[in-house]
């Protein structure tokens, strides 16, 4: 049973982010949540850490393909694109040194860019409107974004902080 939902859950890191071209925000959001829980469950099922981080890696990279894609039709295309860009080449440098610090110097601008720039497609029905949006709330949108990106690439690849165990008492692996 445990190799099974493992294998579900890795399906589904890959299966959902290809559906994010139909249905931007709802699946934007629901990998964003897989990949906030997915590596406790899978390092709880045994998976081991080096898998791990070449499965998630490997899948967020698919999640920013798609990312882009549905992009290319929205008015932040270019940014959506730079930020593409500029995050794969910190996927590279990680697949190539296997150092996480690459995270911390490429950070994901992107997902957050997506989760937040979705929510206002979806909310105003339309992404002229949404973008409209956007550039009224710009310096908010921003400073949002790079407030939770640093601090979150910091504690995950430089401090190396586990929050599920100082938030829930329990780590993937334990």
């Known amino acids: 049973m445990d190799k099974l ?9 890959f299966f959902i982010p290809s559906l994010i071209i139909k249905f931007p925000f709802q699946t934007v959001w629901l990998n ?6 997915d590596g406790d469950i899978l390092l709880n099922l045994g998976l081991n ?7 998630d890696k490997f899948a967020d990279f ?8 549905v992009s290319l039709n929205w008015q932040i ?3 959506v694109i730079a930020l593409f860009i500029y995050r794969t080449i910190g996927q590279v440098l990680f697949f190539v040194s296997r150092n996480e610090l690459s995270f911390f110097y490429f ?32 310096k908010l949108i921003w400073i949002i974004i790079l407030g ?3 601090w979150n690439e ?7 902080i586990d929050l599920s165990k100082i938030l829930f008492g329990f780590t993937g692996g334990e």
């Open 5 to 13: 939902l493992k294998y579900f859950i890795i399906f589904l890191k």
């Open 32 to 37: 964003y949540f897989l990949d906030i829980i």
């Open 49 to 55: 850490e080096y898998s791990y981080q070449t499965i």
């Open 62 to 69: 698919i999640s920013y393909i798609f990312m882009l894609l």
């Open 77 to 79: 295309r270019k940014t």
């Open 107 to 138: 950070q994901n601008f992107l997902e957050p860019l997506m989760l937040i720039y979705t929510l206002l497609v979806f909310r105003n029905k339309s992404e002229s409107k949404a973008f409209k949006s956007y550039k009224r709330h710009l």
């Open 148 to 150: 939770y990106k640093l």
């Open 154 to 160: 910091w504690y995950l690849h430089f401090a190396n």
